[in-house]
Each structure stands twice: as structure tokens, then as C-alpha cells.
């Protein structure tokens, strides 16, 4: 099946700092999403980017769509402690207007305080 | 709203034990997903509703069947667990813009 490379796995950064993280895929999606999960939870949306080079932002987080509609990138500006999760990016096929999501391996981010 | 609900929480089974785990949306959402998540990888597709009384496979359906006989609720079945169905389990509803989550359930096959 179809796979997301998701870059890190992990991130170990002091508070403060500023975090990247993307995502590619070797097919076209025509929506990317980015959601955090916390330990015993599921997932939380956090952006939806519905166009190629689509810049979006959500507070200190800003996502934007790939061009070539295959990549997404996610970055968090001066990380607190609260930002600790793993990100997922997912690249949605709309069928019937259903979303069927294919999901990153995962951005596991760690903060120093 | 409660949103996205999912029991049980937690279910240890022996292989060859069959079992049926509830999802239950109030947003009126159309859509819903169940999903599987391993460790260390994303969530993945296990079968999906675009609406009450209709289901549709994900990218890994085999072992799994659904139903969808209330527009609130979305039935994932397994006939015959095995160990390889030892995952948490996810279900989401959607209407538009992203997906909503539920908790999970944490389903052990011995």
C-alpha cells in the first residue's frame, strides 16, 4: 500500500526552540493533515491544507502544502513543554467524500525544560 | 457532546475468541473510519462508512468485518481474533474538515 516518509522519528529539543518536521510520499494527495496524539488518546486534528503551496497557521504551528502535492511540512515556533507528543502527518484521498487517510510513521518530540 | 466514544477500553482475548468493539459518534457526522495502530507506525485504514448501511474496505480489511445499521454507530467485528490483531484500535467520523478521534481500544490476542 501507499506509505508517508515522515522525518524525524524523533526529537529530543530545549524549551524555547523551534521544531521542523515533513513529510513525502511517492503519490499525489489532495489534502494534507497534521495531527498530534498524546500518550493514551487519539488523535488531534491540528491543520487541514486543502491546496499545492497552501501556508497555514494555528498559533505557533504553521503547515504548508507541497507544490508537487507529494510533501507537507510542519513547524512549531518556541516549543513549551505542552507541545511533548507524536506528530502524524496524513495525506487524504477523498472518496464519496469520505477521507481515506494514509499516515506518517510518526514525529515523536521530546522537550528539555 | 461527547463526540467520538469507543468500548471497551481495554479486552485481552484468546485466539480463535471472537468479539465486536462499539463506536458511537453524536456530531451527525456522515462518515466513519476504523483504524489500527501499531507499535512505532501511524495509524492504518481498516475499513470505512460514507454513510448508514454501507461499509467500505481500508487498506487492510482482512480478519475484520464492519457494520453500519445506525448513522451514530459503527460495529468493528472480529470472527476469529489472532495474535496478529494484538493492536489499539481507532475510530473517527468526519464531516468535511479532518477527522475526530475516539480514545482507542487496547485489544491484546493471547
Known amino acids: 500500500g501507499q506509505q508517508l516518509n515522515q522525518s524525524p522519528q524523533s526529537m529530543f529539543i530545549q524549551e524555547g526552540e523551534d521544531v521542523s518536521m515533513n513529510c513525502t510520499s511517492s503519490s499525489i494527495f489532495n489534502t494534507w493533515l497534521w495531527y498530534k496524539q498524546e500518550p493514551g488518546e487519539g488523535p488531534v486534528l491540528l491543520i487541514a491544507l486543502y491546496k499545492a503551496g497552501e501556508l497555514t497557521s494555528n498559533g505557533r504551528l504553521t503547515a504548508q502544502f507541497g507544490i508537487t502535492r507529494k510533501d507537507s511540512f510542519l513547524n512549531i515556533s518556541a516549543s513549551i513543554p505542552s507541545d511533548v507528543g507524536i506528530y502524524f502527518c496524513a495525506g487524504a484521498h477523498i472518496i464519496q467524500g469520505a477521507q481515506k487517510l494514509v499516515f506518517g510513521q510518526g514525529t515523536r518530540l521530546t522537550i528539555n525544560p | 457532546n461527547a463526540g467520538v466514544t469507543q468500548t471497551p477500553k481495554f479486552r485481552v482475548l484468546k485466539t480463535g475468541q471472537s468479539m465486536t468493539l462499539l463506536c458511537a459518534q453524536d456530531m451527525n457526522h456522515e462518515y466513519m473510519y476504523w483504524y489500527r495502530q501499531d507499535p512505532g507506525m501511524g495509524l492504518r485504514l481498516i475499513h470505512y462508512s460514507v454513510g448508514e448501511g454501507t461499509t467500505a474496505k481500508g487498506e487492510v480489511p482482512d480478519g475484520y468485518n464492519v457494520s453500519r445499521l445506525k448513522k451514530q454507530n459503527f460495529l468493528l467485528g472480529l470472527e476469529s481474533a489472532a495474535p496478529s490483531q494484538t493492536s489499539v484500535y481507532f475510530c473517527?467520523?468526519?464531516w468535511g474538515t479532518g477527522q475526530y478521534f475516539g480514545p482507542g481500544t487496547r485489544l491484546t490476542v493471547t
Open positions: 473517527a467520523s468526519s
